[in-house]
């Protein structure tokens, strides 16, 4: 029988999408840490992401939310976003997996999301300032949480009640991070109304 | 018997194909409601974003400017050798704000300042007292728009707001303590990265300084003029400014003399009044003590 053949077909797409976000997000963790370091040389340093009175990194980097556990945010992501490239190249290889493991990442890929959220309202409502590079670190984390947790709900990993829903939600996965995009935009805009007009 | 066979064969494939037809009818179904779903959740999205953001927007300008400052500045100049402030109607609610008349045979004197600006202080310090004797013998006026560039400098109280709407309270109630209310106010400017006085506190800062009118405390303790603020700096980061050839404010301070930009150059060049008394005489104010 050729039944088999769905079912070990490799998940292209959602390897993909690992592979990307993953990618972009250490890439902007790693500038993000190069910036970190040419504060240290020269505290009065005027950074390529210092570009408005609302748009600055610096002021951002040097909050103390910036070094949430004693050390720079970055270096978290730097070593984080290793994984999902990590999973997303062994997805492509045809990767099984345990079940634990497909918890642990989702786990994993929960708390990034969480710490995430955590800074954007940190940044927005407390610091008052907007970092082009810590955003493009919430804009990789937000979809690799949302559409990563779909996919493995309809995949089975959490039982056959999650496995449901998941797959009901699998064709619209991408609505939940689009969301998610729209209340940061809004409440940017809203704590912010003049940024638009002074980029 | 090959008859038979073929009729079979036929019939297989015209079951077949109806299968095919129904698979492909069914996928096409599927694909028709997930694009509807869709576009109803882009579009109920949308509506959600553009509705809280609409709403947003009508919360924040509350009301009517403050008065005698219907240019969002309070103009002071001199009059039988007392700086006396030039009254004005507020700006109507939704209203734009009305450039103020200069006279070119003065120096006519603006600046854009935010209390929480340490260049702003500076320029204060050392300024406003030659500043005040050329507007007391009536060789310049001055005119103050405070705004709120530096919202976020104060861990989330914003203190540029609060400041700037409690000079607005003392230029609507008791504009003549308006110039000792703004020493005031640099006087006890916090440093940059923390909180800044309460509002209770602005109000006794205030009174201190001679805004003694009784309704300037409430005014302050309830932030009458916050709304105004807001759309005071949304229009100077966004308009030209009135009176110069200026596009939109770039900084604080921003200190135009007869429509000119006067740019400290130097370490103390902010302090320095001889530099600025020179600006002033270079662009046409008849500065004479």
Known sequence: MSTTAPTTRRPVAIAI??????AVGLYASFRLVLDEFQKYENPQAVLSCDVSPFVNCSNVMASAQGHLFGFPNPLLGLMGFVAPIAVGVALLAGIRGAKWFWIAFNAGLFLAWVFVTWLFSQTVWFIGYLCPWCMLVWSMTIPLFWVFTIWNMA???????AQRI???????????????????AVSILIVFPTVLSTL | MSDNESK???RNAARERAAAQRAKEKARKRRNKTLTI??????SLAVVAVVVLVIANSIQPAGPGPKNMASDGIVLQGQNGKIVPVETKGIPEGGKPTATKQDDSVANITVYEDYMCPICNQFETGNMSQIKQWVQSGSATLEVHPFNLLDRSSLGSKYSTRSAAAAACVANYDPDAFLDVNTAFYENQPSEGTRGP???ELASIAKDAGATNKNVASCITDQKF????????NRVLTEPLANSSLDKLTGTPTVIVNGKQYNATGTNAWTDADAFAAFVEQNGGAVKN
């Open chain 1, 17 to 22: 999408l690992l592979l990307v976000t993953g």
């Open chain 1, 155 to 161: 995949r089975g990993t959490f039982g056959p009640g």
């Open chain 1, 166 to 184: 998941g797959k009901t939600l699998l064709p619209f996965c991408w609505a939940f991070p689009l969301a998610n995009y729209l209340v940061i």
């Open chain 2, 8 to 10: 079979k064969a036929r």
């Open chain 2, 38 to 43: 869709s576009g109803i959740i882009v579009g």
């Open chain 2, 198 to 200: 309460t509002n209770a």
């Open chain 2, 226 to 233: 916050a709304g105004w603020v807001a759309d005071a700096t």
